[in-house]
């Protein structure tokens, strides 16, 4: 079982930046390809940026290249989402996910693909 925990959310004026920590616990963890999500009230989650086991392959969705990015640091066993030029468009709850049993330079893109979920965290952008 692997255990995640988002932080680094919280209240930011458009513009601005934020950057999202995912720390795993109870798996090996250079051994999962990682996953950002985030779901906005009354919309369905969706895809924000994936990265592969290695840290060698990401992915983002359109709405976000560009100005975000996606990085992760095996040795801690944590994945980040540094997040620039923040709009109001981003505000929403994102969560960070671990999928298994993938090659190394895969990045897994659809929410079913994934095993392990964190709990989320708020980010809202005032406009």
């Avoid at 989650?45 to 983002?60: D, P």
């Avoid at 100005?67 to 540094?82: E, G, H, M």
């Avoid at 996910?97 to 005032?126: C, M, N, R």
Wanted: aromatic content about 12%; some cysteine; proline content about 2%.
């Amino acid at each position: 079982q692997v255990q995640l925990v988002e932080s680094g959310g919280g209240l930011v004026q458009a513009g601005g930046s934020l950057r999202l920590s995912c720390a795993a616990s109870g798996g090996t963890f250079s051994r999962h390809a990682m996953g950002w999500f985030r779901q906005a009230p009354g919309k369905e989650r969706e895809f924000v940026g994936g990265i592969s086991q290695s840290g060698t392959g990401t992915y983002y969705t359109d709405s976000v290249k560009g100005r975000f990015t996606i990085s992760r640091d095996n040795a801690k066993n944590t994945v980040y989402l540094q997040m620039n030029s923040l709009k109001h468009e981003d505000t929403a709850v994102y969560y960070c996910a671990a999928a298994s049993g993938f090659l190394s330079i895969v990045v897994v893109t659809t929410a079913p693909k994934y095993d392990y979920w964190g709990q989320g965290t708020q980010v809202t952008v005032s406009s």
